[in-house]
């Protein structure tokens, strides 16, 4: 049996609970402080502005990436820009330590992305997306660097997986 219409992309199926957790935080946020500044009796019309201002600040910085991947992309959409890479056209990945192992991927036409190689973990489509469209670019013989990063992730997230398998069929 084949599908009709174009196949749907895959996207990070944990982002829409950040994101209310950035909406409740900057909510929180602007309530306390509006309600701390009207208890001391100093809340005006322009402080009010200013915790309501400083309250979507909270909110722009908690707001994570919302990541998708179709055939041959991935894309990254943040606050305020967003970056996309052809996968089937990568030409190097490395990988930036720090609090959070961010993925820096180019393509050959000249596009960067950055990402939170956990969002990969947490997301097996996003996952098989990027891996076949590594595997699309080691053909092509366009991927000059990063392999053996991409090798050691798969091994990470497949891994990761077969444990969440094993636990969730309670043989671990």
Known sequence: MQRSG????AG????RGSARLAV????????????VDWDAGTLTAPRAA???ALSVA?????LPQRVTAGQGWLMARGTLRRRAVRTDALVSVRQYDGVSAQLVLRDAYGHRLELDSRVLSANPFLWHELDTGVRRSLEKGTLL????????????????TAQAVLRASGLS
């Open 58 to 62: 909270v909110f722009a910085v908690l």
């Open 6 to 9: 174009p196949v749907s992309p």
């Open 50 to 52: 200013l915790w309501s």
């Open 12 to 15: 990070d199926r944990h982002w």
């Open 24 to 35: 409740g935080c900057a909510l929180a946020f602007g309530t306390l402080s509006a309600l």
């Open 145 to 160: 660097q990063g392999e053996d990063l991409l090798r050691r992730l798969a091994e990470q997230i497949d891994g990761e």
